[in-house]
């Protein structure tokens, strides 16, 4: 199975938003509601931001925000902030009972 | 306070094995799913394998299977994978990480690495 494509990377200034996108096949994103988004800094552990599609954890601040259509789910990130420059990673479960990563998207607070 | 800790990482040769292990304190262990996520240096994540609460279900990614064993010990409060046959493509930290949402995983460990090299 490949992994689910992402943009390598994005980049906004800070105060404005920026979406990124996670696009899979009716075997993963388009199956399930199960897509969560990660925030990697570097030598770090990944944080989960989003989980089943839209959801956001105790903690995670309300400037996150995920979304799906079809076979295309989106993290969207509104007041960019200096501190949200990092790694972003989508995540499925698939038809064949695993999970699927994606690419990885750097992003670049200007 | 919800830890991980995974330990056992460490150089190899290519063919050999090893065995990390991961630590779970501050939850109740054998209430949740735990996961094996790894990430070779300077690239992506990729999903290893699950294992169920009580250990009866268990699912391994392609590139892992027949080779890596997930295995837990909910008495020890551990979570255990073996790698056999190693190879160079498998260098990579380790991480452990607690299936806290369906299919989404809430706490990590702060992983282990290990090299394959001769």
């Known amino acids: 199975q490949s992994a689910l494509t992402q943009p390598a990377s994005v980049s906004g200034s800070p105060g404005q938003s920026i979406t990124i996108s996670c696009t899979g096949t009716?075997?993963?994103?388009?199956?399930?509601?199960?897509v969560s988004w990660y925030q990697q800094h570097p030598g770090k552990a990944p944080k989960l931001m989003i989980y089943?599609?839209?959801n956001r954890p105790s903690g995670v601040s309300n400037r996150f925000s995920g979304s799906k259509s079809g076979n295309t789910a989106s993290l969207t990130i509104s007041g960019l902030q200096t501190e949200d420059e990092a790694d972003y990673y989508c995540?499925?479960?698939?038809?064949?009972?695993?999970?699927?990563f994606g690419g990885g998207t750097k992003l670049t607070v200007l | 306070e919800v830890q991980l800790v995974e330990s056992g990482g460490g150089l190899v040769q290519p063919g050999g094995s090893l065995r990390l292990s991961c630590a779970a304190s501050?939850?109740?262990?054998?209430?949740?799913?735990m996961n094996w996520v790894r990430q070779a240096p300077g690239k992506g994540l990729e999903w290893v394998s699950f294992?169920?609460?009580?250990?009866?279900?268990?699912y391994y990614g392609d590139s892992v299977r027949g080779r890596f064993t997930i295995s837990r010990d909910n008495a020890k409060n551990s979570l255990y994978l073996q790698l056999n046959s190693l190879r160079a493509e498998d260098t990579a930290v380790y991480y452990c990480?607690?299936?806290?949402?369906?299919?989404?995983?809430?706490?990590w460990g702060q992983g282990t690495l290990v090299t394959v090299s001769s």
């Open positions: 990480a607690r299936e806290g949402r369906v299919y989404s995983f809430d706490y």
């Open positions: 501050g939850f109740t262990f054998s209430s949740f799913e």
């Open positions: 294992i169920s609460g009580g250990g009866s279900a268990i």
């Open positions: 009716s075997s993963d994103v388009g199956n399930y509601n199960y």
């Open positions: 089943e599609v839209s």
């Open positions: 995540s499925s479960y698939t038809t064949s009972s695993t999970l699927l």
